[in-house]
């Protein structure tokens, strides 16, 4: 039977069995993602010569913790990365020099971590868009497009 399977007229068989199976193997698992990716960024709306705020989750996928070091944007005169936080009953901002990214996700959202745009040289209107460039100690420079909505 086995003298059978491995004859002449059975081996393309055998070939397309065994390529099919190893192409299976192949894809049965998927690749772990080892990026860095900001999801949902969008900022609030503001006047021109005020303040708005960036809000977006970063989803550290890589295999260790990497460092946002700083933001920057054309859309105003100052571009930090700040922390709200409540003390003694009283909500307060502290800018951060730096936020640690530990593999997972971190957010930046309403009330905690943002990038603060201080002196907009332009109103923010809902529907505009901008570019936000973040520099992370491991991952480099990665600018994106950030849309103004309402909160």
């Not at 690749?31 to 860095?36: I, Q």
Request: net charge negative.
């Amino acid at each position: 039977m086995i003298k059978n399977f491995f004859s002449k007229q059975k081996a393309p068989l055998l070939f397309l069995f065994v390529t099919l199976a190893l192409i299976l193997a192949a894809c049965g698992t998927p690749a772990e993602s080892d990026t860095l990716q900001i999801n949902d960024i969008w900022a609030r709306p503001g006047f021109a010569a005020s303040n708005s705020a960036v809000y977006f989750e970063i989803d550290n996928s890589t295999s260790e913790a990497d460092t946002l070091l700083s933001a920057s944007s054309d859309i105003a005169q100052a571009v930090e990365l700040h922390m709200s936080m409540m003390d003694a009953g009283v909500m307060k901002m502290m800018q951060q020099h730096d936020v640690p990214l530990p593999v997972g996700q971190t957010e930046f959202k309403p009330g905690g971590l943002h990038v603060m745009l201080i002196g907009l040289n332009d109103d923010l209107n809902t529907g505009d868009t901008f570019d936000l460039t973040l520099e992370f100690q491991l991952a480099g420079e990665k600018t994106y497009t950030v849309t103004v909505k309402d909160p």
